[in-house]
């Protein structure tokens, strides 16, 4: 067995391997020795079929598929040996297979940049600290009055807590300039119900008095997130938009009837209607806390690698990289619905490149953060990770054993099940290392940093 390494620019290793006629020859006769006694030919006894003849009618597809076998395992003892971390798997450049030369084949490597992670715990780290107030539950609650309501349809002016159907369109793709009536049928419908309460917007009051069959021109703040300076920017965009309708809300009230729907059903039958509230509040509280403790990772889990990424002077970016985590964002656009698909749409082409370059950029930059973490601090994904994770995935198939199967012996999904586990890892880590600064947030100021990341 040959190698042979080279390195190229912009993180890419070149790999040669060549197998010798003599390693693959002794391969293939040891595969079929183990095989000789189950082989059946006509004309022989069971497991008494000579070798020669086994080596001639089975030994070309057996030898195939132990060159094949014998570059793959060098090719992963090579990586192992040079502790490569790899981005992707390999690509085979070349790879030529002769009786009399053996097996030389030539494998592209990318893997990650080297980064010298600095003194981390050096790094300081706002952390969102939400109290949910009276007034966070008390909206909370009209939301899930409003999605129990019986809506119908009137003939006056909207007003706050209607229900509209709606048709907008961008500002740029509603003024032709020309004169011309506007082309409703490139807009976007949606319904929207008008209330001041969105946590990632602003300006939906400029909708009240509208009346069905108006349009206007509105123009909207969406809050948006900015990681580098951890603070929160307002990006004005102009819609030009139509109601289609308007309803209004016939909203229940929250007795032991409402209660009923969002607790156990034991539970509510033995408590009277003051005890039966608490318990209902209490109950939403605990919901409440579980989504913030969602959202508040979310945003650290971004913000602690993209903190590090801040403190070192140059990452070079791999290319491959760059274009993959970009072709996720797109892929996460393609499925935004509701404010999200608003916001997005109210941009001009330039600027959505802008933006789809600016997201690939960070998610790159964390990605290339992540995986030197977990080198420096030798974090370990076991298989007892790996199989929990494939187990909590499998639960949300019809059939749970058949998804785990399938999850954990798919080796392309076992690499992903692995790498996530390790960036979670690596998360921890940096997040445990640095110092954190409490940040108090209002329960809508903390969604409305969690609104404006894509996805």
Known sequence: MQELQESLSSGQVRISLKVTPEVINAAMLKKLMQQQHSVRLNGFRPGKVPLSLIVKRFGAAVRQEEAQRLVYEALTVEISNKQMDLLYMPQV????????????????CEVFPEIDLGSVSSLQLKHPKVEIDDAALDEMILTLRRQSATWSEVARPAVQGDRISIRYLNQTKADNGDGKEIDW???????????????????????????????????????????????????????????????????????????????????????????????????????????????????????????????????????????????????????LRGMEALRWSGLSEEQKTQRQTKEAQQLSLMAVVLRATVRKYALAVTPEMVQAEASSLAMMYE???????????NNEVKAKLETGIADRLAQLKLLELMQTEDEPLSYRELFARVGSLIG
């Open 93 to 108: 450049e070349s790879l030529t297979d002769t009786l009399e030369d053996g097996v030389t084949a030539v494998f592209l």
């Open 185 to 335: 049928s490139k807009a976007v419908a949606d319904q929207w119900i008008l209330t001041d309460s969105l946590p990632a917007m602003q300006g939906m009051e400029q909708l009240i008095g509208m009346t069905t069959g108006e349009h206007r021109t509105v123009r909207f703040l969406f809050s948006e997130y900015v990681f580098e300076t951890e603070s929160v920017q307002s990006v004005e965009q102009m819609f030009t938009l139509r109601i289609e309708k308007i309803e209004e809300a016939s909203l229940p009230e929250v007795d032991q009837k409402f209660i009923a729907q969002f607790m156990d059903a034991e539970e509510n039958e033995d408590q009277d209607a003051e005890r039966s509230m608490e318990s209902f509040r209490s109950t939403l509280i605990n919901v409440m806390r579980m989504e913030c403790d969602k959202a508040i990772s979310r945003l650290t889990q971004r913000s602690a690698p993209l903190k590090v990424a801040a403190s070192i002077a140059d990452i070079n970016i791999p290319e491959t990289l760059f274009n993959y985590k970009l072709e996720q964002v797109r892929a996460a656009l393609g499925k």
């Open 399 to 409: 059939n749970p054993m058949e998804a785990y199967n399938s999850l954990i012996n």
